[in-house]
């Protein structure tokens, strides 16, 4: 399975998907599906990084697998368990059933693929058809999950005790997100290509809250723009990112707010900034406040 | 693909500057595997060497594996795939003072020196300066690059007696360049276009020293390419800013480190709480365990555990906030703040030579920024005579507070220990120790600094173990170490 011929190609069919890169992104992507290795994305809560492989997914015709993490998520809850209590159940039938032998169930019907319930993991290495493996949030994560990681990463294989060693039929895109709560194992960072996503230039994010926001006319979105690249310049606890500047084009447009004054900016505020500090501080350095 | 001028030193060749490139970042303390390096050069047959940017995103997506460590990659990277050699195509207008090719002889020196007036004349610095102005006032960026080399070529060149030995001065070139006298045109052009002064201002002040970053960049750029990239990567590769000493650090650090503060501080807080949830396993909660044991007909498949209690601490923070530590001590306090949820109870206090409590200027969910300015102001609470006295400090402390300690109180102090030769209170110091739990001291400068002249380290850390802190990765590992 070729992913995206060239980055261009990456570009140009992310784009028809509704996602919107630069130049690095693009290169990188690519390379992820070309060099067949997973892709790490890190950076701020609202930039598109899950996004980004819902894109790759849209763009390519694939299929999405997403594991979602969590702190505490376990080996049963990621890659594979058995079905104890259908094992359990067989195992009673061929006891009241005289004419089986215990032993035979024990080692050669039990342990199939009948019994087997797969979870994410598991699922897109055996998938045949092409599949984007998104781990979401793997910082969430304890340290001991990471290992478990390493040999899907690195060899697209899972080794099921009772089975053998799975191998992947094709090798699936994998997008691991985090937003560095923290610092991942050098282990998992050497199996994966490393992209940051930041918050994008003036430009390309009028392009994307156009795109996303087709009723929002040029003069306001660009006032937009101006307004949360202002923001982020100030020192904030959460600074604003491209969902944040969605919503709140959504919120202009739904307020039929035509022209972002200082009151509208005010009056709106909350819709991009998350915390009452973050808001005074930008109403006194913006001199928001009619005087 | 850049074109490398051919130098003794280093051979020409792909294969070799890229394993030079991956020498000098390991150097730079990245740490870059083989296994990496390799990645990078498949990746860079897939989509050749064709861009510069393209070569840069493909060399830090398989190298650079922490976003703090990108900055260093840029300025490794910018060293040893320069962006132009020389002046560059497009200059030739521009006579070079210094050429290469040719042998330098004392008769050429002079004809380079006529050739630099006429070239670096105050007509060609007022024309330069006016075409700088434009190109700021516009924001035009490709313009501003070219400007930027050709500012460096004509006003920051240092002509030397030989080949090799002529030289670069960024700071030369600002110097005649004055970016700051067109600082007020600038500005007056952008209110024409609509925005307001002060937006104007600051606007303008960063579009000078995003210029000024060029122009350097681009006289580390020329030094590299004639005296060999590993020489000015030992120079001028800072470290990356959360290995950065809080004593060295310059003004524009100091906001880094402020605005990393924040993001830092909750990072540790989840790392603190994962880890509390992982310890959480307590004693056997019987009853539990039982009932749940009903479902597998009396076996007890899981077991259930009581909570543990957390246990805190309650934390008093005594801090020098004299001119040289000050910044360190409203760092570790704002960290300390930000943890407060992890403490039962926090207090602060800073001293130069009495003790003033500054538990007042943290309250939940306040202004980082605000903060900071209020704790400096108050800084002249603190002072009687405005030299640190660690003594008198010490036994004010006792005197006034000693109803802060007890014995669940942690004991944090911070300073440089340096007293100005006066009495160090060591009894008094004593005495407050032996009302607390625990205490530290933490101390900023560098190990091997310690009891060089008026720092009585040693005296105090034979009282309070002594703490060497000096960046913030180490202020993080430690108070997640107290905590």
């Given at each position: 399975m070729t992913w995206f011929s060239s980055p261009t190609d990456a570009t140009r069919r992310l784009a028809d998907v509704g996602y919107l890169t630069d130049d690095a992104t693009a290169t990188i992507g690519y390379l992820a599906g070309a060099l067949g290795k997973p892709l790490l994305i890190e950076g701020p809560a609202g930039v598109g990084k899950t996004e980004l492989a819902k894109a790759v997914t849209a763009a390519c015709g694939a299929d999405l697998v997403r594991l979602?993490?969590?702190?505490?998520?376990?080996?049963?809850r990621a890659l594979y368990e058995w079905n104890y209590k259908k094992q359990l159940l067989r195992i009673q039938a061929a006891a009241s059933d005289d004419s089986t032998d215990i032993g035979n169930v024990w080692d050669d019907e039990i342990f199939t693929e009948e019994f087997l319930l797969t979870r994410p993991l598991l699922t897109a290495i055996r998938r045949t058809e092409p599949t984007v493996l998104l781990v979401d949030e793997v910082d969430k994560t304890d340290v001991e999950f990471e290992g478990l990681l390493l040999e899907i990463l690195s060899d697209f294989q899972v080794t099921i005790p009772e089975l053998g060693t799975i191998a992947a039929a094709a090798r699936p895109f994998v997008v691991l997100t985090s937003n560095a709560t923290r610092e991942l194992s050098e282990a998992l960072k050497r199996r994966c290509l490393y992209l940051h996503l930041d918050?994008?230039?003036?430009?390309?994010?009028?392009?994307?809250?156009?795109?996303?926001?087709?009723?929002?006319?040029?003069?306001?979105?660009?006032?937009?723009?101006?307004?949360?690249?202002?923001?982020?310049?100030?020192?904030?606890?959460k600074a604003p990112s491209i969902a944040e500047s969605i919503d709140w084009a959504?919120?202009?447009?739904?307020?039929?707010?035509?022209?972002?004054?200082?009151?509208?900016?005010?009056?709106?505020?909350?819709?991009?900034?998350?915390?009452?500090?973050?808001?005074?501080?930008?109403?006194?350095?913006?001199?928001?406040?009619?005087? | 693909m850049p074109r490398f001028r051919s130098r003794?030193?280093?051979?020409?060749?792909?294969?070799?500057?890229?394993?030079?490139?991956?020498?000098?970042?390991?150097?730079?303390?990245?740490?870059?595997?083989?296994?990496?390096?390799?990645?990078?050069?498949?990746?860079?047959?897939?989509?050749?060497?064709?861009?510069?940017?393209?070569?840069?995103?493909?060399?830090?997506?398989?190298?650079v594996k922490r976003h703090d460590h990108r900055t260093t990659f840029d300025t490794v990277f910018d060293l040893w795939f320069p962006a132009l050699v020389g002046d560059g195509v497009g200059d030739e207008g521009l006579d070079h003072p210094d050429h290469l090719d040719h042998g330098p002889d004392r008769i050429d020196l002079d004809q380079q020196a006529l050739h630099r007036r006429r070239q670096d004349g105050p007509e060609a610095l007022a024309e330069y300066q006016s075409r700088l102005e434009a190109a700021l006032a516009a924001a035009d960026d490709p313009e501003l690059g070219r400007l930027a080399v050709e500012g460096t070529a004509r006003f920051g060149a240092m002509p030397g007696r030989g080949e090799g030995m002529s030289s670069w001065s960024a700071h030369q070139a600002m110097n005649r360049i004055r970016p700051g006298e067109l600082a007020d045109r600038i500005a007056a052009a952008l209110v024409a276009a609509g925005e307001d002064t002060e937006r104007a201002e600051t606007l303008t002040a960063s579009r000078i020293a995003d210029f000024t970053r060029r122009v350097e960049d681009d006289a580390r750029r020329r030094i590299a390419e004639q005296k060999g990239p590993e020489h000015v990567a030992d120079v001028t590769v800072r470290p990356s800013i959360d290995r950065l000493d809080f004593l060295a650090a310059r003004r524009t650090d100091l906001d880094e480190m402020r605005r990393l503060l924040y993001p830092l501080s909750r990072r540790l807080a989840t790392r603190l709480a994962q880890e509390q949830h992982a310890r959480r396993r307590g004693p056997l909660d019987f009853r539990r365990t039982v009932r749940a044991s009903l479902s597998t007909g009396g076996v007890p498949l899981t077991t259930h555990h009581r909570p543990r209690r957390p246990h805190r601490t309650e934390l008093v923070v005594l801090c020098d906030v004299s001119g040289s530590v000050a910044h360190f001590a409203s760092f570790t306090l704002l960290l300390v703040h930000a943890l407060r949820e992890q403490f039962s109870k926090v207090r602060a206090f800073t001293f130069i030579d009495h003790v003033h409590e500054?538990?007042?200027h943290f309250r939940p969910g306040r202004d980082i920024v605000e903060t900071m300015e209020e704790l400096s102001a108050s800084t002249a609470h603190a002072a009687l005579w405005g030299r640190t006295n660690y003594g008198r400090a010490f036994t004010k402390f006792a005197e006034l507070h000693?109803?802060?300690?007890?014995?669940r109180t942690s004991l944090l102090i911070l300073g440089d220990a340096r007293s100005n030769w006066s009495d160090l209170g060591l009894d008094a110091l004593t005495t407050i120790k032996a009302q607390t739990r625990h205490a530290w001291w933490l101390n900023p400068e560098a190990r091997r600094n310690w009891d060089t002249g008026d720092s009585a380290a040693t005296a105090y850390g034979e009282v309070v173990p002594m703490v060497e802190c000096r960046n913030l990765t180490q202020l993080t590992d430690f108070v997640h170490d107290i905590v």
């Open positions: 979602q993490c969590y702190e505490g998520l376990d080996e049963a918050y994008p230039e003036a430009d390309r994010e009028r392009e994307i809250i156009t795109s996303k926001v087709p009723d929002l006319d040029q003069r306001l979105a660009t006032q937009l723009v101006d307004v949360v690249a202002r923001l982020r310049e100030l020192e904030l606890k959504r919120t202009l447009i739904a307020l039929e707010i035509r022209d972002l004054d200082n009151d509208a900016i005010t009056s709106t505020l909350g819709a991009v900034l998350k915390h009452a500090s973050d808001a005074e501080r930008a109403i006194r350095e913006l001199r928001l406040r009619t005087r | 003794p030193p280093v051979p020409p060749g792909l294969l070799d500057r890229h394993l030079e490139f991956l020498a000098a970042l390991r150097k730079a303390g990245l740490s870059v595997s083989l296994a990496e390096g390799l990645d990078a050069v498949a990746g860079l047959g897939r989509v050749g060497w064709g861009e510069r940017e393209t070569v840069r995103a493909v060399y830090a997506a398989t190298l500054v538990t007042d000693a109803d802060a300690l007890g014995p």
